[in-house]
């Protein structure tokens, strides 16, 4: 199975730092999202990536970015946190095209800035 | 860009009974996704459908593509269904789902 791993679980920060949230795949998918979840607003795309070293932002993508150095690793970087990014941080990867094993997610990291 | 809306926004259940989501989208798609995402918040695919019926256990769904919904069929409802199901379309051969609100749906014994 596909395994998407995200480095941290839960995460507080305190306003102005700057914070990376981690995220691996293990099957080499060449597409990698980051999406934020909150409350009554469903899933938002922040950025993607479909190869490495390429970047393309999402609907929701300032105040954030991403880093994509090696194909199965793909960073998230709040360069200087808010809290009105508090929220829930979703990973996930895909193949080239959309098949039937559609995306994989990560199981979230909970960010709380203070 | 494209539009995706789910209903009913929430949903409560005894176990047992049976349910119907509905998700519908402002645009043509080539790909329609339904997930759930359970209690702890893994978001789990459910189904690939941009057209079409499919069945997967207790779970079943069907994509009207020319008429731009898609229904997701939960019968005889568990307290293990619980958690929020979301529909999410591709947008325009970009490879990006774009994600509905969802429906929170809660069964209790």
């Known amino acids: 199975d596909v395994k998407v791993t995200q480095s941290s679980r839960y995460l507080v920060k305190r306003t102005g730092e700057k914070v990376f949230l981690e995220c691996v795949q293990d099957m080499d998918h060449e597409n990698m999202f980051w999406y934020r979840q909150d409350p009554g607003l469903g899933l938002r795309l922040i950025y993607f990536?479909?190869?490495?070293?390429?970047?393309e932002k999402g609907d929701i993508p300032e105040g954030y970015s991403v880093s994509r150095e090696k194909k199965e690793r793909f960073s998230l970087i709040l360069e200087s946190a808010s809290t009105n990014q508090t929220s829930m941080y979703l990973c996930a990867s895909s193949t080239g095209r959309l098949s039937n094993n559609g995306y994989t997610f990560g199981s979230g990291t909970r960010l709380t800035v203070v | 860009g494209i539009q995706v809306e789910q209903s009913p926004p929430d949903l409560i259940l005894q176990e047992g009974a049976n349910s119907t989501l509905r998700c519908n989208f402002s645009?043509?798609?080539?790909?329609l996704q339904w997930f759930h995402q359970n209690p702890w918040g893994q978001l789990i695919n459910l189904f690939y459908?941009?057209?079409g019926t499919k069945q997967n256990g207790r779970l079943s769904a069907t994509t009207v593509a020319t008429e731009r919904y898609s229904l997701l069929y939960i019968s005889s409802s568990q307290t293990t269904d619980s958690g929020v199901y979301f529909c999410?379309?591709?947008?325009?051969?970009?490879?990006?789902?774009?994600f509905g609100t969802g429906t929170r749906l809660q069964v209790f014994p």
């Open positions: 990536s479909y190869d490495v070293k390429m970047k």
């Open positions: 459908i941009p057209s």
């Open positions: 645009d043509s798609v080539n790909n």
């Open positions: 999410a379309v591709e947008e325009n051969n970009t490879d990006k789902l774009i």
